[in-house]
Nanobody, 124 residues
Framework: VQLQASGGGLVQAGTSLRLSCAASGGAFSSYAVTWFRQAPGKERECVASIGYSNDNTDYPNSMKGRFTISRDNAKNTVYLQMNSLKPEDTAVYYC??????????????????WGQGTLVTVSS
């Protein structure tokens, strides 16, 4: 499975952005997907995780309310809708896939595949 993250860019604070993680080369519907982000000088952190379907999601408390993860298995794509963006959301956003049932919002889990990352820059 290959993952391609896209949708990043330069946006103003308070606006929205939707990231996409498109998969190819495998049975994507059998993979849980997690979005991570890494800001300059900071550790990579989980933003959201989704299981096999849209009724199984997980977010860190700090991300709840502004970020929404979803997936379209027919399109082999997972999305991250980000609303009310803040300058502190500036980071490279990565998607990762794990071929196991459940949600995995932590780097403690080992992921099978990683995307290349997409840069989100939020200006004040």
């Amino acid at each position: 499975v290959q993952l391609q993250a896209s949708g990043g860019g330069l946006v103003q604070a308070g606006t929205s952005l939707r990231l996409s993680c498109a998969a190819s080369g495998g049975a994507f519907s059998s993979y849980a997907v997690t979005w991570f982000r890494q800001a300059p000088g900071k550790e990579r952190e989980c933003v959201a995780s989704i299981g096999y379907s849209n009724d199984n999601t997980d977010y860190p408390n700090s991300m709840k309310g502004r970020f929404t993860i979803s997936r379209d298995n027919a399109k082999n794509t997972v999305y991250l809708q980000m609303n009310s963006l803040k300058p502190e959301d500036t980071a490279v956003y990565y998607c990762a896939a794990k071929g196991r049932r459940g949600v995995f919002c932590s780097l403690l889990y080992q992921f099978d595949y990683w995307g290349q990352g997409t840069l989100v820059t939020v200006s004040s």
